[in-house]
């Protein structure tokens, strides 16, 4: 069975920085592109950033190109967001999320996300 | 364009045919997936492809596309199938780029 476990998020201050992590099982994490996925209270969902499986191809939004970088550890099934610089407007449910393939395509299994609120 | 629209809200009877559609260019180049959310939930995929069905999804769930319109279809609609649905296409790099806003689906 596929879990996604993320971790890392809470209330921090705007400008200052956050790492979400998640922990991949059930899976063979190094054939499988991964993702970052948001959704603001009440709102809709909105890609944040892929990584393909080998970490040689890496694409981002638009609203965070610049200030957030993606990264993952084969050898600990493991994804990662670093946010800096971060903004009221990145509040949201950030959630990690598996593609179907090795190159960044489509969406098939959702973490159950990790809160992350910026506010002073 | 890189944006998907949705109606905002549906509904339909229970036990009913509902048709959810999301118009867009990237359409005219991808197929689109859908995705399910209740709430507090996370959302769950439901179709991909051209009409692909992930393992555990009933197959009263279906989907088709049309030049820039991808439309799911729920043929005998539950009132377990009240959610939001999410449209979502590739973009020109590939990744899964572009949303739809969402279609709340009431069952009455």
């Known amino acids: 069975e596929v879990q996604l476990v993320e971790s890392g998020g809470g209330l921090v201050q705007p400008g200052r920085s956050l790492r979400l992590s998640c922990a991949a099982s059930?899976?063979?994490?190094?054939?499988?592109?991964m993702h970052w996925v948001r959704q603001a209270p009440g709102k809709g969902l909105e890609w944040v950033s892929g990584?393909?499986?080998?970490?040689?191809?890496?694409d981002y939004a638009d609203s965070v190109k610049g200030r957030f970088t993606i990264s993952r550890d084969n050898a600990k099934n493991s994804l990662y967001l670093q946010m800096n610089s971060l903004r009221a407007e990145d509040t949201a449910l950030y959630y990690c999320?598996?593609?179907?393939?090795?190159?960044?395509?489509?969406?098939?299994?959702w973490g159950q996300g990790t809160l992350v609120t910026v506010s002073s | 364009s890189s944006e998907l629209t949705q109606d905002p809200a549906v509904s339909v009877a229970l036990g009913q045919t509902v048709r959810i559609t999301c118009q867009g260019d990237?359409?005219?180049?991808?197929?689109a997936s859908w995705y399910q959310q209740k709430p507090g939930q996370a959302p769950v995929l439901v179709i991909s492809?051209?009409?692909n069905r992930p393992s555990g999804i009933p197959d009263r769930f279906s989907g088709s596309s049309s030049g820039n319109t991808a439309s799911l279809t729920i043929t005998g609609t539950q009132a377990e199938d009240e959610a939001d649905y999410y449209c979502?296409?590739?973009?020109?790099?590939?990744?899964?780029?572009?949303f739809g806003g969402g279609t709340k689906l009431t069952v009455l």
């Open positions: 492809g051209k009409n």
């Open positions: 059930g899976f063979t994490f190094d054939d499988y592109a």
């Open positions: 990584i393909s499986w080998n970490s040689g191809s890496i």
């Open positions: 979502n296409s590739r973009d020109s790099s590939g990744n899964p780029r572009v």
């Open positions: 999320a598996k593609d179907v393939g090795g190159s960044c395509s489509v969406v098939d299994y």
């Open positions: 990237s359409l005219r180049s991808y197929f």
